[in-house]
C-alpha cells in the first residue's frame, strides 16, 4: 500500500532528524558551539582602592550566556575548557569583545585605570597571546587602561625558554603580570 511506504519513510525521517538535532551534545561540544555563537560574555567586576574608595581598575569574568538555559557559573565550564584546549580561543575572543565594547568608553577612565583578564597556562603556549595583546592595546591607547594579565594557578604554565620569551615581550609592551 502506497500510503503506509509515505508513512514509514515520513517516520524515518522524522526520527533521524530528531536524534540529529535533538540529542544532547558533549559538553566540548557545546562549549565549541557556544565560542562560535559568542556566548561567552563579559562581566566587570569593579576594584576599588581601599584609601581613596575610587575605582581604579577592573578585572574581566567570563561568563556563559547560554540561549537556553541562561548564565552560566564558570566553575561548570572553565575546568572543562582547560582540559579540552578550547579556554585560549574563549580567552582571545573575551578580550576582544571587551576592546570593542571599550570604544564607547574612550577618555573617561581615571589615571592609571588597571583591567585585568584570567588567562591559563595554555593560553601561554605559543605567541597567540602576543598578538592579543597587541590587538587589545591597540583598542585602547590613549584611554588610560593598563591591562594586567593574572595566569591561573590551575593549569601548570610549562617555563620553558619560549614562554619566558613571551613573557618578556608581553611585559615589553607594558603589559603588567600576576
Known amino acids: 500500500d502506497w500510503s503506509s511506504d509515505v508513512c514509514s519513510s515520513d517516520l524515518l525521517v522524522s526520527a533521524v532528524t530528531w536524534w540529529l538535532l535533538?540529542?544532547?551534545?558533549?559538553?566540548?561540544?557545546?562549549?565549541?558551539?557556544?565560542?562560535?555563537?559568542?556566548?561567552?560574555?563579559?562581566?566587570?567586576?569593579?576594584?576599588?582602592?581601599?584609601?581613596?574608595?575610587?575605582?581604579?581598575?577592573?578585572?574581566?569574568?567570563m561568563r556563559w550566556k547560554h540561549p537556553s538555559v541562561g548564565i552560566i557559573n564558570p566553575d561548570l565550564f572553565i575546568p572543562q575548557a582547560e582540559a579540552s584546549g578550547l579556554i585560549a580561543p574563549?580567552?582571545?575572543?573575551?578580550?576582544?569583545?571587551?576592546?570593542?565594547?571599550?570604544?564607547?568608553?574612550?577618555?573617561?577612565f581615571p589615571k592609571h585605570f588597571h583591567l585585568s583578564f584570567n588567562i591559563s597556562g595554555a593560553c601561554c603556549k605559543n605567541n597567540r597571546l602576543l598578538g592579543e595583546c597587541r590587538k587589545f592595546l591597540a583598542h585602547t591607547r590613549d584611554k588610560n587602561i593598563q591591562l594586567v594579565l593574572e595566569i591561573t594557578e590551575r593549569e601548570t604554565l610549562i617555563t620553558d625558554g619560549s614562554t619566558i620569551q613571551l613573557i618578556e615581550d608581553i611585559s615589553n609592551m607594558g603589559v603588567r603580570l600576576a
Open 22 to 61: 535533538g540529542r544532547p551534545r558533549s559538553p566540548i561540544g557545546e562549549i565549541a558551539r557556544a565560542i562560535r555563537a559568542h556566548e561567552f560574555i563579559p562581566f566587570v567586576q569593579p576594584l576599588v582602592d581601599a584609601k581613596s574608595h575610587e575605582i581604579c581598575g577592573a578585572e574581566v569574568l
Open 90 to 108: 574563549m580567552t582571545w575572543q573575551l578580550m576582544r569583545s571587551v576592546a570593542e565594547q571599550l570604544e564607547e568608553y574612550c577618555g573617561q
